[in-house]
């Protein structure tokens, strides 16, 4: 494969990049992603609102997690976020500079920002480049032209990625590795241009439980040690607290609670967050066998989602004539607690 290198190091150098000047790193307002369906002989066919109004911001160096039941839309969200998607309606806006607004040296220096941690390692890897090559492809396309840079910032990441010792690796394909080494050759990827913001997609729900906590703590020591901001995407509850210092909980494509991670697990307010939380197995081993479910009923449709609160199909609570038809605002319920749920308007 031939690249053709820029002019400057934007990993290094980002020389677009406005300062900060007090906004936050990333900025989404009022996302809408939504997908055409399309029928044979029929033409449009509707939409699935994947992503239905979602805003939030995030500071450098915070981190998130956004939680939620399969198909609920966070890879259209995270996907959104990284410019894979356009939005039909809304913005994400990073470090001041809206995507929407970027030419293609703009989305390389955005691309060199943002790294990416996918859910399935070894789809996620050429399969017939060897790690070497896979971590250098990066810093070719941004720029480092000298072969003997390139080599130092591949062992240098490699190192701290724990690939160890690195000359046993720098030559071995995806295949040669196990999951947990292939999801470190990707991490190892997603922060070799020394990004700002890195996207995880369920980072470990593919791989083995063995090693699922140790790949978890790799990533927030990584955190830690370079004070990236992370947005962690994940449908397990029980994991959040290892990067996460504010929680978003996401339904049928919009944000449904959101709150400090010890003020969310501690004081759940959404019926939705607490029948996912009520659903988190038991971590002591003489309850494993306790089987929790999901929240009980399935999750609505996309394309024709409910009238009002879109969980009052499954919600205990539910309060006809109410929640069946309008959909609930943010209800700040403690500062910086917000539930959209119309249990807590005030009278
Ligand atoms: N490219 C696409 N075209 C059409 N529909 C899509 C597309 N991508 C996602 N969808 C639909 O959008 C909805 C949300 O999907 P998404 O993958 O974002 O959910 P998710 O929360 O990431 O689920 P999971 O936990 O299973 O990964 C689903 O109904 C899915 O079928
Ligand atoms: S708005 Fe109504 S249906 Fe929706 S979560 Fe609250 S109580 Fe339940
Ligand atoms: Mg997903």
């Not at 994947?50 to 939680?67: C, P, Y």
């Not at 990236?228 to 929680?247: E, G, K, M, N, P």
Request: overall charge negative; hydrophobic content about 40%.
């Amino acid at each position: 494969m031939t690249t053709t290198a820029p002019q400057t190091d934007i990993a290094t150098q980002s020389p677009a990049a406005p300062a900060d000047g007090g906004q936050p790193l990333l900025s989404v307002q009022d996302v809408h992603t939504w997908f055409e369906l399309r029928k044979w002989g029929f033409g449009h066919a509707g939409y699935v609102r994947a992503v239905d109004g979602v805003s939030f911001d995030l500071e450098a160096g915070h981190t998130i997690a956004i939680v939620g039941e399969s198909g609920c839309g966070k890879s259209s969200l995270m996907k959104t976020i990284l410019g894979l998607h356009r939005p039909i309606k809304g913005d994400v806006v990073f470090q001041g500079r809206s995507l929407s607004g970027l030419d293609r040296g703009g989305r390389r220096w955005y691309h060199s920002q943002v790294g990416y941690v996918q859910q399935d390692p070894f789809g996620a890897l050429p399969p017939f480049m060897p790690v070497k090559r896979i971590l250098e492809e990066p810093l070719i396309v941004n720029g480092v032209r000298e072969r003997a840079e390139r080599e130092r910032r591949v062992r240098e990441v490699m190192e701290e990625v724990r690939l160890l010792p690195v000359g046993d690796f720098l030559n071995k394909f995806p295949h040669q590795l196990s999951g947990g080494q292939q999801q470190r050759v990707v991490i190892a990827r997603a922060m070799i241009l020394r990004p700002k913001l890195i996207v995880a997609d369920e980072p470990v729900s593919m791989l083995d439980a063995s090693v699922r906590v140790e790949i978890l703590r790799l990533m927030e020591a990584l955190q830690e040690a370079h004070r990236i901001a992370v947005i962690y995407i994940t449908h397990d509850l029980s994991t959040v607290r290892y990067f996460s210092q504010r929680i978003f909980v996401m339904y049928a494509g919009n944000l449904v609670e959101q709150a400090e991670v010890d003020e969310l697990l501690s004081n759940p307010q959404h019926p939705y967050t607490q029948a996912l939380l009520a659903a988190i197995p038991d971590p002591e081993p003489e309850n494993a066998h306790i089987y929790r479910d999901v929240p009980p009923g399935e999750p609505p449709s996309l394309v024709n989602p409910p009238r009002g609160c879109r969980f009052h199909p499954r919600c205990p609570h539910f309060m006809p004539g109410v929640c069946d038809v309008e959909m609930p605002p943010d209800f700040e319920t403690r500062p910086g607690h917000k539930v959209k749920c119309w249990l807590y308007q005030e009278e």
